[in-house]
């Protein structure tokens, strides 16, 4: 009776505390959302794990611990391996073209950033977080997951787990977030501006693209050339047809390899001890802010472009909110709000995806600014 007695004090049974119990149902929340709801299945089901296993009492299965998925973190989050490789391939699933056809909605992506800049002073002047904090918190705002871990894996690494559930779980959520501020900030007439197809883009621009792109971005903000760097490759590797099997490779069994890791990686930064806390809500009511400030930014600016622009040549302002880099649910939530709102008279998906792309490059760029002042 002893030796059961000894077994039963030094099992996970034994251990488990009311925090370990509340983070298996945020965890079950989330691999609920990803099943049932279809939100981000590919991450949200390895972070939902992840979190399980980091909560399974004397498990060591922790990012913070000494366990296989500490190992994976320290290899692979604090070495800033990750994240680049998937802008990789991010940068082979990526068009370009809706971009080069309107070189203007480039501007519309940079404007949609805004939420980066209001939720990083909010978070350091408002609700007292750290420069360094307040930056990876900001970086929500770009609803750009690999963005938020790399920047976080720097700067604050104890809020990683928040940081990142945050940025993906809002990610998800575009299609719930986005439309109510449209609605708000946009009106009936403007919803029905019908942009035209633009020109064909030549395949030497599209090669030149990233080229040019990654060199310039590089030389500008050093700090984000890891990030744009690895998508301009992969970009190039889409566009030069004469490397099929890397974009194969980048674009399909790569890519998929990371995002387990670095799904189950992030889940299991959020133990208890970690993310039971006042910082995971501030972190949280941040986070949405900066979304909503980033959709805000880039209708708000599409519509002072159109008093400069002549009737045939404006924009519709509902492509604005697309510069968020949740690529492409965003130019499909936009895409859907105004064919609903126009009878299906108006579809500008491809429109819109040239801020939605414009907005990855933009959030890394934010993301390199931070780097070199705070870093």
Same mark, same amino acid.
């Given at each position: 009776m002893g030796t059961v007695n000894q077994l039963l004090q030094q099992s996970g049974f034994a251990n488990l505390t009311w925090g370990n119990l509340v983070m298996f149902i945020i965890a079950g929340t989330l691999i609920y959302l990803a099943i049932v709801k279809k939100y981000e299945p590919l991450l949200l089901i390895p972070i939902g794990f992840g979190?399980?296993?980091?909560?399974?009492?004397?498990?060591d299965l922790g990012s913070y611990g000494n366990g296989i998925i500490a190992l994976i973190y320290k290899q692979g989050i604090r070495t800033e391996l990750l994240p680049p490789i998937i802008f990789l391939g991010i940068g082979v699933l990526t068009d370009f073209r809706p971009l080069l056809g309107r070189p203007m909605?480039?501007?519309?992506?940079?404007?949609a950033q805004l939420g980066i800049f209001v939720a990083a002073i909010g978070a350091a002047y408002l609700f007292g977080f750290s420069y360094r904090e307040a930056a990876s918190i900001g970086i929500i705002g770009g609803a750009d997951g690999p963005t938020s871990i790399f920047i976080t894996s720097q700067l604050a690494p104890h809020l990683?787990?928040?940081?990142? +559930?945050?940025?993906?779980?809002?990610?998800?959520? +575009?299609?719930?977030i986005q439309p109510p501020i449209l609605r708000l900030l946009t009106t009936k007439k403007e919803r029905y501006i019908d942009m035209p197809q633009t020109k064909p883009v030549s395949k030497t621009a599209v090669i030149l693209f990233p080229i040019i792109t990654g060199i310039v971005a590089a030389l500008g903000v050093p700090s984000s050339a890891p990030l744009i760097g690895m998508l301009m490759f992969g970009n190039l590797i889409r566009e030069c047809g004469v490397t099929e099997r890397?974009?194969?490779?980048?674009?399909?069994a790569l890519i998929d390899i990371v995002t387990i890791f670095l799904g189950l990686v992030v889940g299991a930064t959020m133990d208890s001890l970690h993310f039971l806390n006042l910082k995971t809500l501030m972190i949280l009511i941040l986070g949405i802010l900066a979304f909503a400030f980033s959709t805000a930014g880039g209708i708000l600016f599409a519509k002072l472009v159109n008093l400069f622009m002549p009737g045939s040549k404006k924009i519709n302002p509902c492509i604005g909110a697309a510069g968020v880099s949740a690529v492409p649910m965003a130019a499909r939530v936009v895409q859907k709000f105004v064919s609903d709102n126009t009878d299906g008279t108006v579809n500008p998906l491809m429109p819109a995806m040239g801020p939605n792309v414009a907005g990855v490059i933009g959030s890394a760029v934010a993301a390199g600014v931070f780097l070199t002042l705070l870093g």
């Open positions: 979190t399980i296993l980091a909560n399974l009492p004397l498990a909605t480039f501007l519309l992506g940079a404007a990683l787990g928040p940081i990142a +559930v945050a940025a993906y779980s809002y990610m998800a959520l +575009v299609p719930i890397l974009r194969k490779t980048a674009g399909g």
